[in-house]
């Protein structure tokens, strides 16, 4: 019977077949990132307030419109994280790990908060993965981290994948750039939608995301950041891409490509799939060399990425099979239950997998439940004291050594 409970909108179970196929993302991740030198961090679900107004940006969709925001009982403002480049920013200056080598190179993986409509692939609790390496403004860099996402996807056989790549300049090109967009934006307002006209002062980048027509129109003939890099904005740029050449990674040069998140300076970017409909975004990133002192440290450039666990997994759409049981241990005779959990244990500790039923089924019963959970093998123990030895794909039967189960199942005989 359905219970009048249900998980809160936007948000979902992971059931165990979910589980597998995660298990396999996050392991695959985790080792691309490891040789890399990249070393798992975690922060909390849960942030000061304060510490995303001031790294993601007031004037964002994300801190304007998404955040779960609450009080506790202190009266203090708190956050659920919508992301986690400004936590671990917060983290690499709580624990002084500017005083380190530099770059700091973390990895990090959990779920992320925003109060956006949902739909597939956008939810309210998600999960993320990402890098972030902290500490040098080296074009290397850049290129490492984007390779390192192009290796995760293309190990996992993500299909339909493309890299757009932009660039934004230093802030200070940035806030130029920025002036000569909003009097493009000013001077053509009467065209552009409702939203876009009423947010060119606050956040004029965002009119490049827009889907309605006037806007598109206007953004046609606007200005791009690109096209206008100059000095050492423009070398490092050339270098990133000269490096993504020099690695066979393809790569389009976008110019209207923005992301939601203020911090970014110089190296954006994005992976999107042809297989994921609007939400089409699998993950991305770029350089952020302000955020850190943004938040009271030293100067500190810094890139990295976060991608969409759940995008992931419903563009490769697969099915991890079920691991099976290299053992399920039956009682012929109820009295054996006990000898039958002491048996499994010791073959738990032997290193196999192993079951015994937890239901008081009976023998027949027993096997079909065998079957059901993929055991391979089926010990069974009789009233008498004597042990048979089941091999399930075959279907043999024969008396095994009831004082050496164990060596019976871990040397592999049957
Ligand atoms: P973001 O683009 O906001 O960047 O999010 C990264 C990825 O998280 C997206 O590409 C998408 O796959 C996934 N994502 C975002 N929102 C949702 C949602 N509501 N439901 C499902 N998936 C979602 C950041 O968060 C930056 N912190 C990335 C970064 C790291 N930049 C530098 N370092």
Same mark, same amino acid.
């Given at each position: ?30 080792? %691309? ?7 798992? %961090? ?88 990402? %890098? ?47 002036? =000569? ?67 066979? %990674? ?11 998140? =203020? ?152």
């Amino acid at each position: 019977m359905a219970s009048k409970f249900q998980a809160p909108r936007g948000t979902f179970d992971i059931l165990p077949e979910a589980a597998r196929e995660r298990a396999r993302l996050e392991s695959a991740a985790a080792e %691309i990132f490891a040789r890399a030198g990249y070393e798992p %961090i975690a922060t909390p679900a849960f942030e000061d307030t304060a510490l995303f107004e001031r790294g993601v940006g007031q004037s964002t969709d994300i801190v304007r419109k998404e955040m779960f925001t609450f009080e506790d009982k202190g009266e203090r403002s708190l956050t659920l994280r919508p992301e986690g480049t400004a936590s671990i920013c917060r983290a690499y200056l709580e624990h002084g790990m500017h005083k380190l080598a530099q770059p700091v190179k973390l990895s990090y993986l959990g779920p992320f908060f925003r109060h956006e409509r949902p739909q597939a692939g956008r939810y309210r609790q998600f999960h993320q993965l990402g %890098i972030e390496c902290i500490g040098t403004d080296s074009p290397l860099a850049d290129a490492e981290v984007i390779m390192l996402l192009s290796d995760l996807l293309g190990e996992l056989g993500v299909p339909g994948v493309e890299l757009r790549l932009g660039s934004l300049g230093s802030f200070e090109a940035r806030r130029a750039y920025l002036e =000569d967009l909003k009097a493009h934006l000013h001077a053509n307002e009467a065209d552009l939608s409702k939203d876009v006209r009423e947010r060119i002062d606050i956040n004029p980048l965002r009119a490049f995301d827009a889907d309605d027509e006037g806007t598109r129109g206007v953004m046609a003939s606007a200005p791009t950041i690109v096209e206008r890099l100059e000095g050492e904005d423009a070398e490092h740029f050339a270098e990133v891409r000269r490096l993504l050449d020099a690695a066979g %990674i393809a790569y389009i040069v976008d110019t209207s490509l923005v992301r939601g998140l =203020d911090y970014y300076t110089r190296t954006i970017f994005s992976f999107v799939c042809d297989q994921l409909g609007a939400q089409s975004e699998i993950g991305g990133g770029g350089r952020y060399d302000g955020l850190v002192e943004q938040l009271g440290g030293p100067a500190t450039p810094a890139v990295g990425f976060a991608a969409g666990i759940e995008r992931i997994l419903l563009a490769l759409d697969e099915e991890v099979p079920a691991p099976g049981r290299d053992a399920f241990v039956a009682v012929a005779d109820p009295g054996q239950r006990e000898r039958a959990m002491a048996l499994a244990v010791e073959l738990r500790h032997a290193g196999l997998s192993a079951e015994v039923d937890l239901a008081g089924r009976n023998l027949k019963s027993q096997f079909k439940h065998a079957d059901r959970v993929g055991a391979r093998r089926v010990l069974i123990l009789e009233a008498d004291g004597s042990a048979k030895l089941r091999d399930m794909q075959t279907g043999e039967q024969r008396d095994a050594d009831p004082g050496n189960l164990v060596d019976e199942m871990t040397g592999g005989g049957s």
